[in-house]
């Protein structure tokens, strides 16, 4: 072992965030000298309402040695396909955008390119239609594809709805398991070093002193290590991302679970709807600028389907991104590093991120500032990517029935996106960075959806046969139909493979 490893990492708060890194860095830093402890209070809740994932998750939780089903039954858990908008581009409008690819290219060319040109020809229906997750979602229908599954099928992507609370105590088994010490406190003093101004260590409540070399602030909002003890600054986007509140109450089920979020616009904000197995979970995301809180709880209560479980918790937040993720010795991760709101399901991801980040430039005692510059651009570089593709969703409307809906509609948007929209207006073009988390096929979903009609397309595929094309486009559609109608619908694949009472068959459902 190098003098300079480090072998104290202290995770301060539990949650999600706080979970995760610790199920993570037990794993991949089983050396036999570094020791994480991770401090957390009962008494300090946890938002808990982000219930809603996007598809890489699969990757950490594969890492992680975990079984899906088991995860899936543990969580209350369903299968996601991607999220349907409701009233976003106009009122009475609707699109979705689902996870994984769009048809297929032909000699190179786009499939959306080729989808645009023929829109010119006849009538098409919405760009999903050419999707496997979107059009088994249409139809309620699920399956886990398996490694040997061929087209359509091994297009289709998937995350999950879970219970987040549940979530982290299925994660906190597993880390303590494997050497996670968890200590029950609250942090009431941070002692700096005098030489650098970096952590030294923490004191609790109790009286009792945690050293450590490596901090992870998971503390949420407040930032404890972060901002009140280094004081990182904070980069406010609320004049991008006017909502700064949210109000979640959970109801009972009004039917079977549908495998995709639901996304309804309202003139002040927005409302979410996650089935779980045992309830939904909804919220209703808004801007106190335009709308009180008693009055969005009326909203909320008004538009929910079915009996609520619980009366309605209220949230406050500023949606921005701290200046500096990493900061001498402190690492955040989850709310302390930042917030952007819940409308694509990021947040979770954006913890994964960093922990993979982390792992992949873990520092020493000497902390090179190298690895902390490239950490921090990594991290600004994803925020930044992922607060350009949410302003896409409330700037392209042409809503103009409230406040609300006028200001995001005549707001100024950062360079880059106003840039990426004329390209795609222009000519359907998708202009991507680096290796954004969202792809191509996103980028259309959502333009199109939100009412971004490109003026014409790229001209090469003018050099593609039309009658071709056309036949292409329609044998893809009914590959698509045909795979969908064969699959068991949602509600069949949870209680088949992973629900949450009960056991499960031998043979588990996969195409």
């Not at 222009?426 to 969202?438: I, Q, S, T």
Request: with cysteine; net charge negative; aromatic share 10%.
């Amino acid at each position: 072992m190098d003098e300079h490893n480090i072998r104290e990492v202290v995770i301060v708060g539990g949650g999600t965030a706080g979970w995760m890194a610790a199920a993570a860095l037990c794993r991949y830093l089983n050396n036999g000298y570094t020791n994480i402890t991770l401090i957390e209070s009962d008494e300090i809740g946890t938002v808990g309402v982000g219930e809603a994932t996007i598809p890489p998750l699969i990757a950490f939780n594969s890492l992680l040695g975990i079984n899906e089903n088991d995860f899936i039954a543990a969580t209350q858990g369903c299968f996601k396909l991607g999220i349907e908008f409701v009233n976003w581009s106009r009122i009475g409008d609707r699109y979705f955008h689902p996870f994984g690819g769009q048809g297929y290219d032909l000699q190179g060319l786009p499939f959306h390119q080729l989808y645009l040109r023929e829109r010119r020809r006849r009538p098409l229906p919405p760009v999903a239609a050419w999707t496997m997750s979107g059009v088994a979602a249409s139809r309620g229908k699920f399956a886990r594809p398996s490694p040997q599954a061929g087209y359509p099928l091994n297009q289709m992507n998937y995350a999950f709805h879970f219970d987040a609370s549940l979530y982290a105590r299925f994660l906190r088994k597993d880390a303590e398991g494997n050497g996670v010490r968890r200590v029950e406190g609250k942090v009431v003093d941070v002692k700096l070093r005098g030489e650098d101004g970096f952590v030294e260590n923490l004191t609790l409540d109790n009286g009792q002193q945690i050293d450590g070399e490596l901090f992870i602030d998971c503390s949420g909002f407040r930032g404890l290590l972060i901002e009140q003890a280094l004081e990182t600054g904070y980069e406010e986007w609320g004049h991008w991302l006017p909502c700064d509140r949210a109000m979640a109450v959970p109801t009972k089920l009004a039917g079977p679970p549908d495998p995709f979020t639901r996304a309804t616009a309202h003139q002040s904000g927005w409302q979410w709807r996650i089935p779980l197995q045992h309830r939904m979970g909804n919220g209703l995301v808004y801007s106190s600028a335009y709308i009180d809180d008693d009055e969005a709880e009326k909203v909320l209560l008004a538009n929910l389907e079915a009996e609520p479980l619980d009366q309605p918790r209220k949230l406050r937040f500023k949606t921005g991104r701290r200046k500096l993720a990493w900061n001498r010795n402190v690492i955040s991760m989850g709310l302390s590093s930042g917030f952007i709101e819940p409308l694509e399901s990021t947040s979770i991801h954006m913890v994964q991120a960093g922990i993979s980040w982390l792992l992949s430039m873990f520092p020493d005692k000497r902390f090179n500032p190298l690895e902390q510059k490239e950490y921090n651009r990594r991290m600004q570089s994803m925020f930044e990517w992922i607060r350009d593709f949410i302003i896409l969703h409330f700037h392209a409307t042409s809503r103009d029935d409230s406040p609300f809906w006028d200001y995001c509609r005549t707001m100024d948007i950062p360079d880059a996106l106003a840039e990426r929209i004329e390209q795609f207006r222009n000519k359907g073009r998708v202009v991507a960075e680096g290796h954004e988390l969202f792809t191509t096929p996103s980028w259309v979903a959502v333009l199109l959806g939100q009412g971004i009609e490109p003026e014409g397309y790229e001209p090469t595929v003018d050099g593609l046969d039309e009658e071709k094309v056309s036949k292409a486009l329609d044998q893809m559609r009914k590959d698509y139909d045909t795979a969908a109608d064969r699959l068991p619908t949602h509600a069949e694949f949870i209680a088949n493979c992973c629900g949450a009472a009960g056991s499960r068959p031998p043979v588990e459902l996969a195409v």
